[in-house]
C-alpha cells in the first residue's frame, strides 16, 4: 500500500497519523490536536492528478468557503507525494440517500453550490464532474448543514485549455450534459446541467436519477439510453441546436427524435404537483435547456427569486 496504519505524515503545517484507508488513493488522517483530516496520495504519473487539483484549489480557495480547502501538503515521506484536505462529515449522495431534504435544506445547499460554481465559472474554470457525491457536508445542531463545498478538482479546467478544446468525455454519464455526452464543445454551461440534474435527484428523494438508463454501464446501449432520456423528458433539440452538431452528432438525434413517439414523451412540465411543486418545477425547467447557449450562469441563478429568503 501507498501508506500504512498508524504511519506518520509530517506536513508544512501539522503532523498527522493515517488512522483508515478509504479507497486507493485516499486516506483519513488524525493531527497532533486529533482533528480528522483528508490525505490524498499518488505515485506518479497518478499524482499529476492531485498535484492538478492542488494547485486548482489554491488558486481559488480564499475567494469562496464552498470549495473544499487545501490545508497542508505532505513534506515527508516525500514518496508517494500526498495533499491534506479538509475533512467532512458526509456526501450528499449518502445524505439525501439516509433522509429526504425538505425544500429549505435544498435550497441551502443550491445556493451554496452555485456560490462556489460562480467563482471557478468567473474565471473560466469548468468543474466537469459536479454530481451528489462530489458536494460535501458538515452536519449541524440547528440546521441540518452547516458546511456545503464542492469537492473533487482533479479535472477541473479552463475553457481555453487544450483539455477542454480537444472535448474529452468527462463526468459521470448520467450526471454528464447533452453537449458532452455527443462529444461536442463544452464549457461553464455543462456544469449548470449537471447542478441540475442533481437538484432533480434530491427534490425527488429516495435514489431517483432521471437519466439512469436501467442497463449495465458495459452495455452499449447506456449512451444512447441516457440521450434518448434527455429527448424524453426534455426535448425535442431545439433547431437552433443543429448548429453545433457534428456529423455523428446530428446522425444520432435524428435517430433518437424519429424512434421516439410523442405518445413516450414525458416532460418535466407535465409532472404533477404532488411530484414537484410549481415554483421548484419553474426553476429547474430554466436551467435545464438542452442547448448549453440558452442556459444561465451560475450568478444569474444565485439572483433568481427560487432563493428568496435563503
Request: proline fraction near 6%; hydrophobic fraction near 40%; glycine fraction near 4%.
Amino acid at each position: 500500500p501507498l501508506l500504512e496504519l498508524d504511519q506518520r505524515l509530517i506536513g508544512n503545517k501539522d503532523t498527522y497519523a493515517v488512522t483508515k484507508k478509504l479507497c486507493e488513493y485516499i486516506w483519513l488522517a488524525r493531527s497532533k490536536s486529533d482533528q480528522i483530516f483528508l490525505i490524498k496520495c499518488a505515485p506518479y504519473p497518478q499524482y499529476r492528478r492531485i498535484d492538478h487539483e492542488r494547485r486548482t484549489i489554491k488558486k481559488f480557495q480564499s475567494q469562496t468557503t464552498c470549495l473544499r480547502p487545501l490545508l497542508d501538503r505532505i513534506k515527508e515521506p516525500v514518496d508517494p507525494p500526498a495533499i491534506v484536505l479538509k475533512y467532512l462529515d458526509d456526501d450528499l449522495l449518502k445524505a439525501s440517500a439516509a433522509k429526504w431534504l425538505t425544500i429549505p435544506e435544498i435550497k441551502y445547499v443550491s445556493k451554496k453550490i452555485l456560490e462556489g460554481l460562480s467563482v471557478l465559472h468567473d474565471a473560466g474554470y469548468v468543474h466537469t464532474d459536479i454530481k451528489l457525491n462530489n458536494v460535501l457536508v458538515n452536519y449541524g445542531l440547528e440546521s441540518r448543514f452547516t458546511d456545503v463545498q464542492i469537492s473533487d478538482l482533479e479535472s477541473a479546467s479552463h475553457i481555453e485549455s487544450q483539455f477542454c478544446k480537444s472535448r474529452p468525455f468527462i463526468g459521470t454519464p448520467i450526471w454528464r450534459s447533452p453537449e458532452a455526452a455527443l462529444g461536442l464543445q463544452w464549457g461553464t454551461p455543462t456544469d449548470i446541467w449537471s447542478f441540475s440534474t442533481m437538484l432533480i435527484s434530491i427534490i425527488w428523494g429516495n435514489n431517483f436519477f432521471i437519466f439512469n438508463p436501467g442497463v449495465s454501464c458495459f452495455d452499449e446501449a447506456y449512451g444512447v439510453i441516457i440521450l434518448t432520456k434527455f429527448h424524453i423528458y426534455f426535448g425535442p433539440f431545439p433547431p437552433p441546436y443543429a448548429d453545433l452538431l457534428d456529423e455523428r452528432a446530428s446522425k444520432m438525434l435524428s435517430w433518437i427524435q424519429d424512434t421516439i413517439t410523442s405518445t413516450a414523451m414525458r416532460p418535466l412540465l407535465r409532472a404533477s404537483r404532488r411530484e414537484i411543486s410549481e415554483e421548484d418545477r419553474r426553476f429547474d425547467l430554466k436551467v435545464m435547456t438542452l442547448d448549453p447557449r440558452d442556459r444561465p450562469t451560475a450568478r444569474q441563478l444565485l439572483s433568481d427569486e427560487w432563493f428568496h429568503g435563503v
